[in-house]
């Protein structure tokens, strides 16, 4: 399976988040198990964009701790409103940072990050469960093809969280 996928990395960034949405829909619509889904799908983006941390923080608590993820090792909790992650959960909405240095209270669980994104996860309650992290070693990585693309994986990967016991 993972030697049908092809993602063309000289394809624009649009046309890269077209197809990594047709491989999620491809390898999600039949599997049942929500921890398969979310480890494929942050495979999927991981490896089209060659992001540097690909992941997901799940809301317990206070707190979001660290769920599955593709890259380095990572801080494994932060507390609410702390970080780039805690602001997207307390202001529950998607934090773009094209410079990590420049963002008061961002937290570097690697010093080769250089830009982020955090996209808050919701449940069907319209309840934040957690958040999607990615990070980028270069500057300015994201901006809003990123954004939109993002948000439809987003939902997907809330519908997914919720429906983890962990
Ligand atoms: N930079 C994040 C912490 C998580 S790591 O990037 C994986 C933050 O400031 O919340």
């Known amino acids: 399976m993972a030697e049908d996928i092809y ?8 046309d890269r988040y077209q197809e990594v949405h047709r491989y999620i829909h491809a390898l999600t619509e039949d599997e049942k198990s929500p921890l398969a889904n979310i480890g494929n799908t942050l495979a999927l983006l991981h490896h089209a964009f060659k992001f540097l941390w690909t992941g997901c923080y799940i809301v317990k608590g ?6 599955p993820f593709q890259g380095p090792v990572a801080c494994t909790r932060i507390s609410y409103g702390r970080g780039v992650c805690g602001l997207a959960w307390e202001k529950a909405r998607p934090i773009l940072v094209p410079d990590v240095e420049a963002f008061p209270g961002h937290i570097a669980c690697s ?17 934040i469960i957690g958040v ?34 962990c």
């Open 62 to 67: 206070t707190e979001l701790v660290l769920g």
């Open 111 to 127: 010093s080769a990050s250089r830009s982020e994104i955090v996209i808050p996860l919701w449940n069907a309650k319209s309840k």
């Open 132 to 165: 999607l992290d990615i990070d980028s070693e270069f500057l300015g990585t994201f901006d809003e093809t990123d954004l939109r693309s993002l948000e439809p994986i987003a939902l997907l990967l809330g519908n997914w969280v919720s429906q983890l016991s």
């Open 7 to 14: 993602i063309s990395p000289e394809a624009s960034k649009g």
